[in-house]
């Protein structure tokens, strides 16, 4: 991605970290979270950076709450490669919906810029 989009993406995060309504999550609903990293994770065959974590929820459309996360999997195929992503889980019915995953940055340790 190019810094024009970064720089978009950090703006939207900043707008849902802040500007939105707070929706409360529990401990399943972070159960839920955990899977899901976890089910990507294993199909990278990488694993989460989980101190890098960064979860924000909120009512982004009206009526149906959301939680937003950025995360990292690193160490694809045994790489020193990482990978950011920005999902988006939405409660519909009393239950989350599968969340749509974008990736956002890409990094490759083995290489010098």
């Known amino acids: 991605m ?8 950090a703006t939207w995060v900043v707008f849902v970290w802040f500007a939105v309504p707070t929706v409360a ?6 159960k839920s979270i955990d899977a899901y ?25 009206l009526g149906a709450p959301e939680i937003v996360v950025l995360y990292t999997i690193e160490g694809q195929n045994g790489t020193n490669r990482n990978l950011q992503y920005l999902a988006v889980f939405a409660r519909r019915n009393g239950s989350w919906s599968r969340p749509r995953a974008l990736r956002s ?9």
């Open 25 to 30: 999550f529990d401990e399943q609903d972070t």
């Open 105 to 113: 940055a890409e990094k490759d340790s083995d290489t010098c810029t």
């Open 37 to 61: 990293i976890a089910h990507q994770a294993r199909q990278e065959r990488g694993e989460e950076y989980k101190q890098t974590r960064e979860v924000a929820s909120g009512d982004v459309h």
């Open 2 to 9: 190019n810094r024009i989009s970064n720089f978009c993406l």
